[in-house]
């Protein structure tokens, strides 16, 4: 009878020896998957990110070259403007010159 006893307590302390064993590989195993899809999650959010920030950089170039452009035009449009009023000036100057030295 005791030794039917022990033999039970020894066969109940390697089956729990064995529920152990199989829980850490069962957490080791869990640790590795969550691990991985972490590193997956990862590396698809960084390449979201790096997808996001090239199409943001190429609509900030083609804002800037727009108003580049925009900005270009009105310069443009200006400098067309003062030379225009330059040469009326330059052709009444050179009247009112010319009625000064014709009329002395």
Known sequence: MLLDAIKEISAAEKAAHLVIMQAQRDAQQAIAETQKEGEETLALTLMRAES???????????????????????????RATQRARAERRLEEAVLLIYERIVNV
């Open 52 to 78: 996001e920030i090239a199409h943001l950089i190429r609509a900030m170039d083609q804002r800037a070259t727009s108003e580049a452009m925009e900005l270009a035009s009105t310069t443009a449009n200006r």
